[in-house]
């Protein structure tokens, strides 16, 4: 349905488009396929429009689909300005928005191109992380309540002798809208809120954790199935992993700055 209404609004931008100057045109010298009314289809649109699609390397059925698909959208804009048909407010703030998208999506490309992760920052990046996980996996089930008091309660229930998993049953009936509740399966020390790494470090299997566990998603009671050492991923199966971790720091670090350097003022 989206990509429906973009096309339509696509369609109607090259209807107002062809009433503008030429000089707002795009410079587009490619070779012309066909033309349409003396309105061109040229290989660089055959080409933009298949890589919108995610298509690099097409085939030639659908590089002559394409081709059908650029004519019948002429059409359309043929008859769009015939009909004097314009965009509505609505459409052309859609329209400048995407535009608005696509530009800073460029920038962000052009900024990690100026400011690229080094190969040293990998290597530092997958030492510190290695010497933070210690080699070590938990299987951990956990409840997470908004209230603190609702977890002491849950928790008193274990100290008088209620059994987790079967707690945890009937907390999954209530909550298991929740994402990442109940049991959360094996997990190292970086997968986890940092508010669980000493809890975990010192449960020992099959116990729970005596007090509520505090973190930015809420107040969280831990139980620890079973624990193992496991081989650490070699620097060369996780490096792209830590790149691209690597690269979304850079990014909200500059966005930060950006917004500090902004006047950006709320309306009343």
């Keep these: 349905m989206k990509k429906t209404i973009l096309m339509g609004l696509m369609v109607l931008l090259a209807a107002c488009q062809q009433k503008q100057d030429n000089k707002d045109v795009l410079q587009d010298n ?3 396929l066909l033309t349409i009314n003396k309105q061109p289809i040229t290989e660089k649109m055959v080409q933009v429009y298949l890589l919108n699609k995610g298509i690099n390397d097409p085939d030639e059925s659908q590089i002559n689909a394409t081709v059908e698909q650029l004519t019948e ?30 530009v800073a999506q460029q920038a962000v490309k052009q ?6 992760v080094t190969d ?17 996996q938990f299987k ?7 209230d603190e008091v609702d977890a002491l309660t849950a928790l008193d229930e274990l100290t008088a002798g209620a059994n987790f998993l079967d707690l945890e049953q009937s907390y999954v009936q209530q909550y298991g809208h929740l994402k990442n509740v ?3 399966g094996w997990v190292n020390l970086k997968q986890v809120p940092e508010s669980f790494a000493e809890p975990l470090q010192n449960l020992s299997v099959g116990h729970h954790h005596q007090q509520p566990i505090i973190s930015q998603f809420g107040v969280h009671i831990i139980y620890l199935e079973d624990k193992k050492t ?8 996780a490096k792209e992993g830590i790149k691209r971790n690597l690269q979304s720091k850079k990014i909200n670090r500059f966005k930060q700055l950006l917004r500090a350097k902004a ?4 309306s009343p």
Excluded: C
């Design 30 to 32: 490619s070779r012309v």
């Design 73 to 102: 959208q002429q059409l359309w804009v043929n008859y769009a300005h015939q009909q004097n048909i314009e965009l509505s407010q609505d459409q052309q703030m859609a329209l400048v928005q995407l535009n608005q998208q696509m």
């Design 111 to 116: 900024y990690l191109a100026d400011n690229p």
């Design 120 to 136: 040293d920052e990998i290597t530092a990046e997958y030492n510190r992380v290695i010497a933070e996980v210690k080699d070590l």
């Design 140 to 146: 951990v089930h956990h409840l997470l309540y908004k």
């Design 182 to 184: 109940g049991d959360i």
């Design 230 to 237: 496991v081989e650490p991923p070699s620097f060369e199966q």
């Design 263 to 266: 006047d950006i003022n709320s």
